[in-house]
């Protein structure tokens, strides 16, 4: 009996080491990231029956377990990604904001004072001084719209390099869940046993992965994580990882999209719509979203600025008598053929009405028999038999070759109007004032290019360039204060769940320290049986003396 | 609930760092003075902004090119008062010649007066403003618009009248043409001097001549009237558009003060609001910090000694 004694003793001691040792554990990762608090689970061991009844033969861990729910955690997950996502979009365009942010740096001063420098000419239209004028403040506003457009152009190849590397983390995390999934698979089948800190690990990947993408996880039977993103892409199955890749656009050399490798070896390009959530997500959606309709937007004024200028100053006449000629360059649209037609088409693409421009970018495909010209803002699709088209203000036509079935091209009639816009004129003597020769005191043309300013010349007549300037402006405050709203919004959604998620499994110090005092005493209770033990068979020994 | 240790300094920080935010933007608007610190504060009201602007900048052009049209107006009508004067001085020496006992010698003097008088109207229909340009040649404003001939002068300028947007919907002549002034309504007041200067220089000997002299100085007489009353005419005209552009000015000058007070509205900031929600915020994040350190402090491992 007095070594049964023993061993009971010596049961319980072990389950109170057992005890500390968790403790301890959960004391020293209480600030470890995705780490979940580990409980012992302890049971009585089975009784041994003596006739007079079962005699308890002491204690067994069954296990150690962590404290884990997988329902709080995907809620978290997806907190997680939105809120990534969300803040990612709004720290980009607030780039934007805080460029337009300044009243006295914007395009809207350089805009006035150019028009005054007109009105001036119009009331001396022989002063070379007044004409110098002219295109001084042209110049300037040239500057301002161009050096606007090169920060937008910078943001875009800052995305680039974002892309590049949310990608490549993407990669190294879901190869790590691959490997997690293999260890963890090997350990579990080893011991039968949890374990427990290598699946933290695997779950906290995975929520640091929808910290870059949206990523759904499927479990397994067998415990291996399946993580598939964007429209069901599989980006980790069992313990094979299928990395992404960053590419160029075929339309577009500037840009990086985000593919992924078929079975065939040949990359597919997803779009910027296949991926939403996280930083991936956020920065896409940016992209297409606000920065190339903010940079559209913006070539839509220089483009219209330049050609309804243009044509009015071509209306009259200069100091020498000569009819004016251009006064800004006016940029042409791109044309983007995707390096994936198989035809010999060049297509191109001219501005016949610049007052018709939207700011969108149009997508031009050819099926084997008909053109279809889909404008991208709104999806709008119309089919042609032949071309040329004008679309919007914009003649599309075939200049050379033949388009192959599946052919297709990216058409951005306003991308590149505001890096283009600059002054023609260099000479003041060539300002068109006059609305008929040989006569340098006329200002009737002067006066005419002056009203300009406040006449509705853009978007069908509908607004001043000032007007579709403002229209940026507030598209871009209201998308903003959006995001602000929103991602607000994310943050405190995220917030909640991860308090839930916490008050579950996360580790809680008075807790830990309430244990620690409990095992204490109960290994010191233990001890204190094993020392009656050894007491009562002491007792048995001294009979024989 | 559970709170988790974690949690606890998690959402310590963060609500710490929402109110340091808040205030850092309060003591952002006291510094700047502005209410709208970005588009983002107040889309509608940014855009309003800046067609406020505009339009103030526009207003404030028109009152520059008003001051333009008040100098030039300022010097045509002084360039006409000397006309006039100069014309009226010719009128009565050409009443003069109405005295029968005037011999041929003193006619003479009189034609010396007007030949003189001819140099001083030229001068002033050839007037330039302060840029060197004629006031009266139309849009040929780097021409001289009269010279000389043996029969009076011709002019060399052109119909054009200049234009000044002197408001949004006015545009405003800022110059008459030399020929409607000097040459207009049927008189040329070149040509009646020279012939005056001729008519005097010519010996009265017979009742013809006398008769002739009579009629030719009659004629004169009508047609320096009728150049007295073109200049007069035009005078008055110019004086109502200064007239004009004075009461123009007075508009401009309350619209100008109205996109003023409309733009301070949009973009200046509530000194007194934001000074008394900067103090607020403050309390609220000192109560924050206190706390935080409060409740961080209280461990049950302080008691286990």
Redesign the interface.
Known sequence: MATNILSIGQSALTAAQVGINTTGHNIANASTPGYNRQVVVQSAALAQNFGFGFLGQGTQVSTVQRVYSEHLATQVQNAQSGKTGLDTYYAQIRQINDMMADPTAGVSPALQDFFASVQNLSNNPASVPARQSVLSTAESLAARVQGMDSRLTEIEQGINSQVLSSVSVINTYAQEIATLNDAIGKAQRASGQPPNDLLDKRDQLVLELNKEVKATVVKQGDGDYNVFIGNGQPLVVGTRASPLVAVTSPTNAQRLEVGYRASNGSTVVVGDAGFVGGKLGGLLQFRSETLNAAQNALGRVAIGLASTFNAQHQAGFDLAGVAGGSFFNQAAPVVGASTTNTGTASIGASITSAGQLTTSDYHLSYDGTQYTVTRLSDNTATNYPSLPQTVDGVQISLTGGAPAAGDYFLIRPTAKGAAGFSVALTDPADIAAASAPGAVGNNTNALALAALQTANTLAGGSVTYQGAYGQMVSQIGNKTRELEVTSAAATNLLEQATVTLQSESGVNLDEEATNLLRYQQAYQAAAKVMQIAQDLFNALLTIGR | ???????L???GA?RIGDVQSALAKTQQQIATGRKM????????A??R???V??SQ??NQ?YA??RV??KNTLGQVDGALSSVSDALLGIRDALVSVGNPSLSDNERGFIATELSSRFQALLGLANTRDA?G?YLF??????TVPFVETATGATYQG?A?Q????VD?TR?MAV?DTGQNIFQGGGQDVFQTLKDMVTLLQTPVVTPADRAALTAGTATGLADIDKAINAVLTVRASVGTRMQEIDSLDDAGATRDVQYKAILSEI?DLDYTQALTQQSRQQLTLEAAQQSFVKMASL???NF?R
């Open positions: 609930m559970r709170i988790s240790t974690l949690q300094y998690d959402a963060a610190l970005s588009p983002s504060d107040d889309p509608v940014a855009a902004a800046l067609e602007a505009q900048s526009i052009q520059a090119n333009q049209v840029q340009n040649s139309g849009f040929q404003s780097a052109d054009g200049q234009l000044v947007q949004s545009r110059s973009q461990s049950l491992f286990l």
